[in-house]
């Protein structure tokens, strides 16, 4: 087994089941079916034990909202962490040890999630990731697990979710495709916006993409790419690139090694598309 992923939740549903749902689709599916990620989705109330299950209570302090219990998500991760993060001969050969991974709680008050830490958690044999609703979990489980394994609390971006459901959806979509084997073609994700691999388009947002028919409701495809010379090619792409990441992430060309030609086409204005760059 590659990468095992436990996710705790109340709503295990949201994660669909052994056959069907987003861990059982696409890429992630396939993954999952070949073994090379593994999934176990664990109810946090199953160690909620009152009657009613209860796995919130009122913020000392007073405030709005409720707060996940403590009590409850130490049994749970307890349980879970005291699992064995499967790992087999092929990840003892590779270097991956039996360990027990990684803790991630998705919080919009987190560290942003960037294509640096997919990366991060690719490398990764286990990661186990707690859902917080409501107003969040007591502060003291994160200061707590933190005594005994890495912990990250990751923000997917700058916008408030109903839990972090969704946002560990999103984590393992972008870990995942990045796992050996996940993408057909394994240097396709180093031209990817964000492509980390350092090639022609690292750190830029990727530009606009194209195939038949040459013609398609009166609009043309680039005639450059049509001209097989590949080194134009790939500088009309850089171009394309350079002017997008400028329209729709300034902050972003900052961090950037911009040559002559790079100033050039920035100073040129900034159309977004290929032939027709109004919108
Ligand atoms: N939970 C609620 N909002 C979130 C966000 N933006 N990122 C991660 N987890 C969240």
């Not at 939740?9 to 052994?18: A, L, N, Q, S, W």
Request: with cysteine; aromatic share 6%.
């Amino acid at each position: 087994m590659g990468l095992n992923i436990d996710i705790v939740t109340i709503f295990p549903e949201y994660f669909g089941d052994e056959t069907s749902g987003p861990l059982r689709t696409s890429l992630i599916g396939k993954a999952a079916a070949r073994g090379d990620i593994g999934f176990q989705i664990h109810d946090l109330r199953r160690w909620a034990l009152d009657v009613h299950h209860t796995v919130d209570d009122v913020p000392f302090g007073g405030g709005p909202g409720m707060v996940m219990k403590p009590d409850v998500w130490g049994a749970a991760l307890d349980e879970v962490l005291a699992a064995d993060g499967a790992v087999d001969s092929a990840d003892a050969a590779a270097g991956r040890s039996a360990d027990s991974g990684r803790l991630v709680v998705p919080t919009p008050s987190g560290v942003p999630f960037t294509q640096a830490v997919a990366t991060r958690y690719a490398a990764q044999s286990r990661l186990i990731f707690a859902c917080g609703r409501y107003e969040g979990i007591d502060g003291r489980v994160v200061d707590h697990m933190r005594q005994r394994m890495p912990v990250d609390e990751i923000s997917v971006g700058d916008y408030v979710l109903a839990g972090g459901e969704a946002a560990v959806l999103v984590m393992i979509e972008a870990v995942g495709r990045l796992l050996p084997g996940v993408l057909g073609n394994a240097s396709s994700a180093d031209d990817d916006s964000f492509g980390g691999a350092g090639g022609s388009m690292t750190g830029l947002l990727e530009g606009p993409v194209y195939t038949r028919p040459r013609t398609w409701r009166g609009h043309e495809v680039p005639e450059i790419l049509l001209s097989g010379n590949h080194a134009a090619i790939a500088r009309w792409r850089r171009d394309m690139a350079l002017r997008r990441t400028a329209a729709h992430r300034p902050d972003l060309l900052t961090a950037l090694e911009l040559d002559a030609r790079d100033r050039q086409v920035l100073a040129a204005g900034f159309p977004v598309s290929g032939k027709d760059m109004a919108h």
